[in-house]
């Protein structure tokens, strides 16, 4: 039998550094700070309400626009940004943030349009444009005198061309920790509306962010609401990343392009997880203060071991991250020190030159996960003091 072609655009991603980079922590053992995924549970009530639909008969399909009381939670919570949507036309609940974010590019970008992407970017994003027929245009993030990262609005002005149909943005930003400041984000409103941008913003870390910073929902910002596809998710925030429960908000017109893609790729999800979700956004944000206040101390933590072992450790103002230096330790390739590290040192991690176009100018980093026990990331600093 012959074998099947990959379609040319969809080559480069046939696979993951998340799924090799986990089967070397496997057979070595090793301590997997690669992925970002939380090793304790979300809040009670919430497992309490995922319980209950279980057994109280809510296992079929749901609403393909999702379940009407989770709906209704998601406009509460917009709510406190200041935004206004619809539950029944202005949200659409999805198969986590991944397939938003793919159902919204398939939907709304078309074969020889260009869509913007800010470099280092979350592997999923380059594989959606290209699964949409689009093409992607990278924008690096630079760092400023102080050494924290930031949108290089000039190189975001020149990237945009009369092919320009939209701009993906992260924040808070994986893979490194990035806020966006408030002045960032309304030059980049700016341009999305001097050239008649959509923007789609993914925002599934908004309640993680540290020592002080703001998340700023682009939505909120002038001339922004009604061109703006705004992406969240359960996942992170009430650590059930397995669930795969995520929303977008827009426009009318706009969720209406998005669910007719999104009804051809899982068609719904979860079920009976859907009610939980709703109860989780309605009372257990304080747990959400709490994770968020944890997460701090964890990656204060997880720097602190790092540094100890002789990383240079960069800023991080939220997410799961904390990106560091491998140049002190005399490494020039983060990449080479990844694929060895779960054997020489037993952790893993990844190196951030697999979320860019541009790998030489990213090679000296790698990632690590906080969102780990204590004693997980711990165990993680003790084996990584033998690399100096």
Same mark, same amino acid.
């Given at each position: 039998?012959?074998?099947?072609?990959?379609?040319?655009?969809?080559?480069?991603?046939?696979?993951?550094?998340?799924?090799?980079? #986990? =089967?070397?922590?496997?057979?070595?053992?090793?301590?997997?700070?690669? /992925?970002?995924?939380?090793?304790?549970?979300?809040?009670?009530?919430?497992?309490?309400?995922?319980?209950? =639909?279980?057994?109280?008969?809510?296992?079929?399909?749901?609403?393909?626009?999702?379940?009407?009381?989770?709906?209704?939670?998601?406009?509460?919570?917009?709510?406190?940004?200041?935004?206004?949507?619809?539950?029944?036309?202005?949200?659409?609940? #999805?198969?986590?943030?991944?397939? =938003?974010?793919?159902?919204?590019?398939?939907?709304?970008?078309?074969?020889?349009?260009?869509?913007?992407?800010?470099?280092?970017?979350?592997?999923?994003?380059?594989?959606?444009?290209?699964?949409?027929?689009?093409?992607?245009?990278?924008?690096?993030?630079?760092?400023?005198?102080?050494?924290?990262?930031?949108?290089?609005?000039?190189?975001?002005? =020149?990237?945009?061309?009369?092919? #320009?149909?939209?701009?993906?943005?992260?924040?808070?930003?994986?893979?490194?920790?990035?806020? !966006?400041?408030?002045?960032?984000?309304?030059?980049?409103?700016? %341009?999305?509306?001097?050239?008649?941008?959509?923007?789609?913003?993914?925002?599934?870390?908004?309640?993680?962010? !540290?020592?002080?910073?703001?998340?700023?929902?682009?939505?909120?910002?002038?001339?922004?609401?009604?061109?703006?596809?705004?992406?969240?998710?359960?996942?992170?925030?009430?650590?059930?990343?397995?669930?795969?429960?995520?929303?977008?908000?827009?426009?009318?017109?706009?969720? @209406?392009?998005?669910?007719?893609?999104? /009804?051809?790729?899982?068609?719904?999800?979860?079920?009976?997880? /859907?009610? +939980?979700?709703?109860?989780?956004?309605?009372?257990?944000?304080?747990?959400?203060?709490? %994770?968020?206040?944890?997460? /701090?101390?964890?990656?204060?933590?997880?720097? @602190?071991?790092?540094?100890? +072992?002789?990383?240079?450790?960069?800023?991080?103002?939220?997410?799961?991250?904390?990106?560091?230096?491998?140049?002190?330790?005399?490494?020039?390739?983060? +990449?080479?020190?990844?694929? +060895?590290?779960?054997?020489?040192?037993?952790?893993?991690?990844?190196?951030?030159?697999?979320? #860019?176009? $541009?790998?030489?100018?990213?090679? $000296?980093?790698?990632?690590? @996960?906080?969102?780990?026990?204590?004693?997980?990331?711990?165990?993680?600093?003790?084996?990584?003091?033998?690399?100096?």
């Amino acid at each position: 039998m012959r074998e099947p072609a990959l379609v040319p655009r969809l080559r480069p991603f046939t696979a993951t550094v998340f799924a090799e980079m #986990t =089967a070397l922590a496997v057979k070595h053992d090793a301590v997997n700070l690669g /992925q970002g995924f939380p090793d304790t549970d979300g809040p009670a009530g919430m497992l309490d309400a995922a319980k209950n =639909a279980l057994f109280g008969g809510a296992n079929q399909y749901p609403p393909g626009p999702g379940r009407p009381e989770l709906r209704a939670a998601i406009a509460r919570h917009r709510r406190r940004y200041g935004t206004e949507y619809d539950p029944d036309t202005e949200i659409l609940v #999805t198969a986590g943030a991944t397939e =938003a974010i793919a159902a919204t590019l398939i939907a709304l970008a078309e074969r020889g349009d260009e869509v913007v992407v800010v470099e280092p970017y979350y592997d999923s994003y380059a594989a959606a444009v290209a699964m949409a027929g689009a093409e992607r245009r990278v924008v690096g993030l630079v760092r400023n005198d102080g050494g924290r990262l930031e949108l290089d609005l000039d190189a975001l002005r =020149a990237a945009i061309t009369p092919r #320009t149909r939209a701009v993906l943005l992260n924040s808070p930003h994986n893979p490194t920790g990035t806020v !966006f400041t408030r002045a960032q984000l309304e030059a980049v409103a700016g %341009l999305c509306v001097e050239h008649d941008l959509i923007a789609i913003t993914d925002e599934v870390y908004e309640h993680l962010v !540290f020592d002080g910073a703001e998340h700023v929902p682009l939505a909120t910002l002038p001339g922004m609401r009604e061109r703006t596809v705004s992406i969240s998710s359960a996942g992170k925030t009430f650590n059930c990343t397995g669930w795969k429960i995520g929303w977008i908000c827009s426009t009318p017109e706009l969720v @209406a392009a998005v669910k007719a893609a999104k /009804q051809f790729i899982t068609f719904v999800s979860g079920g009976p997880l /859907q009610p +939980a979700v709703a109860y989780a956004l309605d009372h257990e944000l304080e747990w959400v203060e709490s %994770l968020r206040t944890s997460l /701090q101390d964890k990656r204060d933590r997880l720097s @602190a071991g790092l540094a100890e +072992a002789g990383f240079e450790v960069r800023p991080s103002e939220g997410t799961y991250f904390v990106c560091a230096d491998v140049r002190p330790l005399g490494f020039t390739d983060a +990449a080479e020190l990844a694929w +060895a590290l779960p054997e020489r040192a037993g952790v893993a991690a990844v190196p951030v030159k697999v979320f #860019t176009d $541009h790998p030489d100018e990213w090679k $000296h980093l790698l990632r690590f @996960a906080f969102c780990k026990r204590n004693e997980v990331i711990d165990e993680a600093v003790r084996r990584l003091r033998s690399l100096v």
